[in-house]
């Protein structure tokens, strides 16, 4: 029983930040590729962010520089920081999880959190 949760989304101003988490329950993050995608209203799902299981990172080019994924072992937790907030990083946050790097699909999905950034 492989379960995703996001949290962490809301409302606020362009420039400002938030941090988005995404706890696993069934499933260890240490030993699986983790991804964050986001999708705006009107627009396809985009990936964002994914950290491997040895702990590189890489990021799209419109978040470069703005957001970072992390990961805490411990509490079985990713996280994408997300700083210099823009109205168009509007959309629906997902984590995403899949066994290795050299899968073509993601295998589990959470929910998504909301975040909203306002002019």
């Known amino acids: 029983q492989v379960q995703l949760v996001e949290s962490g989304g809301g409302l606020v101003q362009a420039g400002g930040s938030l941090r988005l988490s995404c706890a696993a329950s069934g499933l260890a993050f240490s030993s699986h590729v983790t991804g964050w995608f986001r999708q705006a209203p009107g627009k396809e799902r985009e990936f964002v962010a994914r950290?491997?299981?040895?702990?590189?990172?890489y990021y799209a080019d419109a978040v470069k520089g703005r957001m970072t994924i992390s990961r805490d072992n411990a509490k079985n937790t990713v996280y994408l920081q997300m700083n210099s907030l823009k109205p168009e990083d509007t959309a629906v946050y997902y984590c995403?999880?899949?066994?290795?790097?050299?899968?073509?699909?993601?295998?589990?999905w959470g929910q998504g959190t909301q975040v909203t950034v306002s002019s």
């Open positions: 995403a999880a899949v066994e290795s790097i050299l899968s073509k699909d993601y295998r589990y």
């Open positions: 950290i491997r299981s040895a702990g590189s990172t």
